[in-house]
């Protein structure tokens, strides 16, 4: 029992490193919280013991998708400034450039704003760019990238080409293509616009966006490029495996069982009715997952927070 994440996490760090130089070949940490796991995590990166992740990080929270989003905000707000210089300042955005290049541009266009006090409206932002061939020349391609997603509704298959499209103008598909996670994010992208293209159903821009929104949230990027003796997963993940050591984070009453998650959509009654599984069945399950990972696991240390704040 731990006073706090940050007392969790090392000690939790300490123990992965004294199993390493005890020669456990293979250590799972199993994250009922992810918040300690992101520390613990990065702890050992410190100490340069890199983890194999098989729980992924949510496109959400990655760069990758951050450019998506910034570059819908600055169409919706029409290019309001503050969003056009975040979108001209993600290093995914015209990757077919010199770096150095787009760096003065948008260094040049931010001197330019500054002094002359525009604050949006992309049309007013070439004319002021004047004389600025490079800056110009940015701004341009966001004019022709914009005018694929200027309509009133289309099906969400066709949103996603059209931002597909937008996307090759910008230079972005070329920063994406260099980047596991954005292989793995272009990759998403293509699959619902495979699969959505049947469905008539018409959205306007910001419910397309919404839509996208949860899609981001929902999926995960795997990285698949790091063999470590350290592994983080979940618990679901671990039947039937076996392992010299497992670091059981975070098993306090918030996260194991952790919160009601079936109630999303329906209540445990319609649920039950539906054939769907029921909180009592996933319960079950969870207890059944622990005890067999208890069970064919000699060496296990569990957490949690005995307190917090």
Request: charged content about 20%; aromatic content about 8%.
């Amino acid at each position: 029992g731990a006073h706090g994440l940050e007392q969790e996490a090392a000690a939790a760090e300490l123990q992965v490193r004294r199993w390493l130089l005890a020669g456990k070949k293979t250590i799972a940490i199993v994250a009922q919280d992810r918040r300690v796991a992101r520390r613990v995590r990065a702890l050992l990166e410190r100490a340069e013991i890199l983890v194999s992740d098989e729980t992924g990080w949510t496109f959400s929270t990655l760069s990758v998708s951050t450019v998506l989003m910034r570059w819908l905000d600055a169409l919706q707000s029409d290019f309001y400034y503050q969003d056009l210089l975040d979108l001209l300042k993600s290093p995914f955005i015209f990757a077919d450039q010199a770096a150095s290049e787009r760096k003065q541009a948008v260094y040049q266009l931010e001197q330019l704003v500054r002094k002359r006090g525009v604050s949006g409206h992309l049309e007013a932002f070439i004319d002021l760019s004047q004389g600025e061939a490079e800056v110009q020349s940015s701004l341009v391609r966001l004019r022709q990238a914009a005018e694929l997603l200027r309509k009133k509704s289309d099906t969400l298959s066709g949103w996603l080409s059209a931002l597909h499209d937008s996307l090759e103008i910008l230079g972005i598909l070329h920063g994406l293509e260099g980047d596991d996670a954005g292989v793995q994010l272009l990759q998403a992208l293509r699959t619902w616009q495979r699969e959505l293209q049947a469905d008539t159903t018409r959205f306007s821009l910001p419910e397309w966006r919404h839509w996208l929104t949860q899609q981001l949230d929902a999926h995960t990027f795997h990285d698949t490029s790091i063999t470590s003796p350290v592994l983080l997963t979940h618990l679901t993940a671990t039947r039937w495996r076996s392992f010299d050591a497992v670091l059981l984070l975070g098993c306090d009453a918030d996260h194991l069982p952790g919160s009601e998650r079936n109630g999303l959509w329906f209540n445990d009654a319609v649920r039950a009715a539906l054939g769907l599984p029921t909180r009592a069945a996933t319960l079950t399950q969870q207890s059944d997952d622990l005890m067999a990972l208890l069970a064919m696991n000699t060496t296990v240390l569990v957490t949690w927070q005995t307190s917090t704040n």
